[in-house]
């Protein structure tokens, strides 16, 4: 099993829609978790934390359940720069682990 | 968000030659640096991360022979590609961090083409 899974995408959607993405991750130990953004041939770039009660940002909303290893990024009135690959990216556990990255969701929003 | 850079943006060198890769935090101390390799279309993996004044610890798969990485001060840490082959054609992107809870920052990326 992976350490972390994304849905594989793409997703074309209109201008407006509103777009779910969804992540589990192996490995329980996992302490941080987050959302990257990643434009064509550009470094990732981080959106958001998430946490344990649900985050929101703007258009952005960021859920976790522990218990069933399970991330998820909503976002809604979706505008034409959201256009990007999406990222789940999970800490390895305590201490100084490195970032483990999901492969990403390519999400179009077309005019 | 803290600033990462990376130089040169862009590389393009013969088979058989090295290629440095400086990746600097600008307005913090990164405790730790972390070093990644790109292909396309594919997901970011991990090479090795990089302590100061440790070396390295690399990844399973990774030379650590062929991938020389220095992290000499707490704002600089080099990734060392040698006797570059064809293969090692990819973005190759750094990333820092302050302390082991802080979230990770990352340098524009280098791109290295092998001829």
């Known amino acids: 099993r992976k350490e972390v899974e994304q849905d594989p995408g793409p997703f074309n959607v209109p201008e407006g829609a509103t777009v779910a993405f969804n992540c589990t991750y192996s490995?329980?130990?996992?302490?941080?978790f987050f959302w990257y953004r990643q434009d064509c041939r550009k470094e990732p770039k981080l959106l958001m934390s998430?946490?344990?009660s649900g985050n929101e940002d703007g258009r952005f909303t960021a859920q976790l359940n522990r218990a069933s290893q399970y991330i998820s990024l909503l976002i809604r009135d979706s505008k034409l720069s959201d256009s990007a690959t999406y990222l789940c990216?999970?800490?390895?556990?305590?201490?100084?682990?490195?970032?483990?990255f999901g492969k990403g969701t390519r999400l179009s929003v077309i005019a | 968000g803290a600033v990462v850079s990376q130089h040169p943006s862009r590389v393009i060198c013969k088979s058989g030659t090295s290629v440095k890769i400086e990746c600097r935090s600008l307005?913090?101390?990164?405790?730790?640096m972390f070093w990644y390799r790109q292909f396309p279309k594919k997901s970011l993996m991990l090479m090795a991360t990089?302590?100061?004044?440790?070396?390295?610890?690399?990844e399973q798969g990774v030379e650590k022979d062929k991938f020389l990485i220095n992290h000499a001060s707490l704002t600089l840490s080099t990734l060392t590609v040698t006797s570059a082959h064809p293969e090692d054609s990819s973005f190759y992107i750094c990333?820092?961090?302050?302390?082991?809870?802080?979230?990770?920052?990352f340098g524009p990326g280098t791109r290295l083409l092998v001829l």
């Open positions: 990089s302590n100061e004044g440790s070396k390295a610890t690399y």
């Open positions: 998430v946490y344990s």
């Open positions: 307005d913090f101390q990164a405790t730790t």
């Open positions: 990216v999970v800490n390895g556990g305590l201490g100084n682990t490195p970032l483990v």
């Open positions: 990333s820092a961090k302050r302390g082991y809870k802080e979230t990770q920052y």
């Open positions: 490995n329980s130990a996992s302490q941080s």
